[in-house]
Structure formats: C-alpha cells, structure tokens
C-alpha cells in the first residue's frame, strides 16, 4: 500500500476562497482522523471518522470547516470561506482499530497558506 | 491547561549524547502512550508505543511511563544526525481513538 495520500501537498490561496483538501487512507483501514499543525498549538485533532461516520467533530473550529467521508476510500476537508488564521499543515491519518492496531498512519500533510 | 504539556525544546546535542524528551499529562484515565517522530515537512510516524506504565526498549530507544506521576520520557542513546528530528508524545484512554498530542520538542544532534 502507498500509504495515506493527501493532496494537494501545497496549496495557497486568497482569504475568501474556498479550499479542498483531500485524503486517501490506507485500504482496509476503519478509522480516518483530520489534524491540524502549527507553531503555536501544535496538533490538534479536528475530526475523525468510524466507517465513513463522523464521530467526533468537536475539534472543528468554526462552521467554515466542513469534513466528509462519501466512502472507505476518499475523505475531504473543506474551509468556505478561508481566512489567513487557517493557514496551517493538515494531515490525514487512518487507523485499522479492528485488528487491534494501535498506530496511526499519518500522510504528508497540506500546507495551506491562505494570504 | 493542556492536557499533555511537553517540553518545548529546542535541543541540540552533539552527536552520541543521549537525547531525554518528557511529557507530562493531567488526564488519569489515560492508558496508551505513544512517541511520533516527524521529520522535517513529513507527517508524524509512531516511535514506540507502552500500553499502561513501565518501560519498553527498542535498539537505542527508551519510553518509560510512570502513571503515577503522569510523567512520560523517552530516552535516545548513542544519538545520531539522523535522530534530527521533532519528536511528539502522544496518549489516548482505553477504548478511545482519539490521540492527544504534546506540541513537540525539535531536536538537533550536531554531527
């Protein structure tokens, strides 16, 4: 397996606009997690998915943040509109909880910088 | 407060020093303690993982737990530049998918 994909792995666009960020997980993998880093708060867990259900998107900081799994294999995370306090690197992570895997496997990151 | 404070770094150490990162916590309900490395412009990668307290080795590496204290090391012996790196601790409840990160120390080991 190539691992967890994100795209795209740079992206910068104007205040306003709105941003896609796409994730692919790991096959067979069950649980799938959206994060967020920066200097001053570190990682924050934003939401994370059981199945393609969202469980938990108490992390989500604001309505301008929008997360969704259609299927097994594709999850998005969207911000409408984007402010220049979002940028930030986003990682995707999947994680097979079923077979009693512990770790999480994160992907690159996007880094989006919103000017 | 957050509910896992590590040590912000950085640290630069020359090269075969042992590296000593900590995190401390203030949730008692939790269980797994993990170490990610996250090199530069990569995502994190899990380290070591320790379910509960006590200690796990791994060639040069050392977790240690001590739940009583809610206190978490990791140790790097013989460093190497290779080692450069930010190194975040982790830590989630049983039956609790959801990992808690500390904001990580960024370690340099000086060849």
Known sequence: DAGVIQSPRHEVTEMGQEVTLRCKPISGHDYLFWYRQTMMRGLELLIYFNNNVPIDDSGMPEDRF?????????????????????????????????????????????????? | ????????G???????????????????????????????????????YTYSSGNKEDGRFTAQVDKSSKYISLFIRD???????????????????KLSFGAGTTVTVRA
């Open chain 1, 66 to 115: 929008s997360a969704k799994m259609p299927n097994a294999s594709f999850s998005t995370l969207k911000i409408q509109p984007s402010e220049p306090r979002d940028s930030a690197v986003y990682f995707c992570a999947s994680r097979d909880f079923v077979r009693g895997e512990t770790e999480a496997f994160f992907g690159q990151g996007t880094r989006l910088t919103v000017v």
């Open chain 2, 1 to 8: 407060q957050k509910e896992v404070e590590q040590d912000p």
């Open chain 2, 79 to 97: 460093s190497q530049p290779s080692d450069s790196a930010t190194y975040l601790c982790a830590m989630s409840r049983s039956n609790d998918y």
């Open chain 2, 10 to 48: 950085p640290l630069s150490v020359p090269e075969g020093a042992i590296v000593s990162l900590n995190c401390t916590y203030s949730n008692s309900a939790f269980q797994y303690f993990m170490w990610y490395r996250q090199y530069s412009r990569k995502g994190p990668e899990l380290l070591m």
